[in-house]
Each structure stands twice: as structure tokens, then as C-alpha cells.
């Protein structure tokens, strides 16, 4: 999905809480629902730009209980509008909309309708690759593997593609799917270089 694809997405969604959910997915890769619905204000370190995403799919194995990606630039505004709608003493970032995988891909597939957008397979999914593909033509893969949380050979084999931007690239000509991604990398490599046990802010700072 393209930037321009998403913004039309971001137009059509019912509310701030809507928004957020599908950039969670499409700029931040995570898991849907399982990761939107477990992320709580907690998780969220305004201070220094980065998120704890708790993962319940792979809390079975070691280490996997959770990972840290940066505060992208595509997420932060949609967060501090969710937090500044949030009742207080709200723990969960997503408290409205929290139903069921099927429930949200109904609900999403209605957002794509009335943007004018033909729903394509494997919803959430798509929009985690598309992400991934995205952030693996600027980051080393093992940074990108990190920050969404699978392996090298699950990404070679199922995540990553190659776009009409990588052609163009390629030919030298200009790369606007690319816009930001210097601010997205400073805040990766922010957050890659610092270690999980830093405290986290609970409020955005002023």
C-alpha cells in the first residue's frame, strides 16, 4: 500500500481511534489485533521516541514477550490524539474498538469501501508487510526483523517485495515513498542503541 493509498485510508476512518489502529499497522508492522489491542499507555516511551510492543503470538519463546520500535514520525501524531481523547485513568491504547480479528476486518473492509479503495487478501497482514518492505530498503535487515518481530527467513520468504519505487530508485529518479524515512531512521537507531530497561514516560511531554 503506498502513502498516498494510506492517506486516503486515514481520510475515510470513523474516528481517532480508527486512525490509529490502521497506522499501527501500516507504519508501525504490528500485529492485528493481537498487539494493538495488548499495547497500553505504558508501553509508550514519549521521552525517548520508542515503543514496548507487548506480542502474546510469540511471548512462548525466550525474549519474545515483547520488542522495541521506534516512535516512527507516521505514528506519533495519531497517538497524542488518541491519548488526548482518552478518559482518564485509561490503561489500554485502543479502548473503543476492541473486538474480535473478524469484527475489525468487517469494519475495515467498510473503511475501504467508502474510500474507494477494493480490499485486497490477508487485510492486517498486507499492511504489516507492506511496512516491513518499506523499512528493509533503509535499515539493515536485522534491524528491521527487530522492530517487527520475525526472522530473516520468515521475512525472505513472506514479508518482503519488490516495489515500482525500487525500479525507480534504481533508475535515479525521484523517491517520494521515501519522504521521512531520515526522521524514521534517526529514531530507529535512537531506539536500537538503548537498552528495553529504560523507564517510560506515561504522559507526552508538554
Known amino acids: 500500500m503506498t502513502r498516498d493509498t494510506a492517506s486516503e485510508v486515514l481520510k475515510a476512518c470513523p474516528d481517532v481511534e480508527w486512525k490509529l489502529i490502521f497506522a499501527l499497522s501500516r ?35 525466550a525474549g519474545g514477550e515483547s520488542r522495541l520500535i ?3 514520525p507516521e505514528l506519533r501524531p495519531h497517538l497524542e490524539a488518541a491519548f488526548n481523547e482518552a478518559e482518564p ?3 489500554h491504547v485502543i479502548s473503543h474498538h476492541r473486538t474480535g480479528n473478524a469484527n475489525l476486518r468487517t469494519q475495515f473492509q467498510r473503511i475501504l469501501e467508502k474510500a474507494g479503495i477494493p480490499a485486497w487478501p490477508k487485510l492486517f497482514h498486507n ?13 539493515p535487515l536485522h534491524v528491521v526483523c527487530r522492530s517487527i518481530g520475525n526472522s530473516t527467513e520468515i521475512v525472505n520468504k513472506h514479508y518482503l517485495s519488490v516495489t515500482e519505487n525500487d ?40
Open 89 to 91: 485513568g485509561s490503561e
Open 27 to 61: 507504519f508501525g508492522g504490528l500485529r492485528c489485533p493481537s498487539e494493538h489491542l495488548a499495547l497500553k499507555w505504558g508501553h509508550i516511551d514519549w521521552e525517548h521516541h520508542r515503543i514496548t510492543v507487548p506480542s502474546p503470538k510469540t511471548a512462548h519463546h
Open 127 to 139: 499492511l504489516r508487510a507492506t511496512r516491513q518492505t518499506e523499512l528493509a530498503a533503509d535499515f
Open 70 to 72: 521506534p516512535l516512527f
Open 167 to 206: 525500479y525507480l530508485r534504481g533508475a535515479g529518479l525521484g523517491d517520494d515513498q521515501s519522504k521521512g524515512s531520515e526522521a524514521a531512521q534517526n529514531a530507529a537507531q535512537q531506539a536500537h542503541a538503548s537498552s528495553r530497561t529504560e523507564s517510560q514516560a506515561k504522559s507526552p511531554p508538554p
